[in-house]
């Protein structure tokens, strides 16, 4: 069975705080994508990354691909209350399905105002 | 609306029951997901259609679990005997292609059994 660790698993911070999210497993990825979830909703992506090393930002998110394609970061600088909810990294394993993704627990996120 | 339509959103049956879950997929998709997110956990796969058929399946945990895309884009996901374990929100997304491009997710069907 194929693992996608994520951590922490809970996160509670303060607005204008920084903060790092991180998603490891012992497989390669050919693809890893994160996404955001909240309450009663389907997730929503934020972002594929697929080369090793890969760096992507989305307004005050920064995201990392490992070099070796294993892990990945999620950064984010002086959170919001908006910034509030669930995220999950998900990968396509190399020589996987390219279509079927193991998701990770998530890294429940709070953003006290 | 332009997004992925999932009903019932919320459903509540006896152990025992049959249940279907139905999965209405964004315009010109033609590939399609069922996930299920069981409380504190990320989504688990469990069936991928791509047009009309199942092309795999691998994920449905038994044979009480079933789904169905007869004309390739209305899909239902059908529950057998339905026990207390199955409780869980089933997702449906969509995607272009089978790539596992950007999969639009829709709000889940949250099923509880008694």
């Known amino acids: 069975t194929q693992l996608l660790e994520q951590s922490p698993q809970f996160l509670s911070i303060q607005e204008g705080e920084n903060l790092t999210v991180y998603c490891n497993s012992s497989?390669?990825?050919?693809?890893l994508q994160w996404y955001r979830q909240e309450p009663g909703e389907g997730p929503v992506l934020l972002v594929t990354v697929v080369t090793g090393g890969e760096v992507k930002k989305l307004k005050r998110l920064t995201f990392q691909f490992g070099d070796a394609r294993k892990d990945s970061s999620l950064h984010i600088t002086a959170a919001q209350p908006g910034d509030t909810g669930l995220y999950l990294c998900?990968?396509?394993?190399?020589?996987?399905?390219?279509?079927?993704?193991?998701f990770g627990k998530g890294t429940l996120l709070t953003v006290n105002p | 609306g332009a997004g992925v339509s999932q009903t019932p959103s919320n459903k509540v049956t006896e152990k025992g029951k049959y249940v279907e879950l139905r999965c209405d997929p964004i315009s010109g998709h033609t590939a399609l997901y069922w996930y299920r997110q069981s409380l504190g956990q990320g989504p688990e796969f469990l069936i991928y259609f791509q047009g009309t058929g199942a092309a795999d399946d691998s994920g449905l945990p038994n044979d009480r679990f079933f789904a169905v895309r007869p004309e390739g884009s209305v899909s239902t996901l059908k529950i057998q005997r339905t026990e207390r374990g199955d409780s869980a929100v089933y997702l449906c997304a969509s995607s272009k292609e089978s790539s596992a491009g950007e999969l639009f997710f829709g709000e889940g069907s949250r099923l509880t059994v008694l």
């Open positions: 497989s390669v990825f050919s693809s």
């Open positions: 998900a990968g396509a394993y190399d020589g996987g399905s390219n279509y079927k993704l193991t």
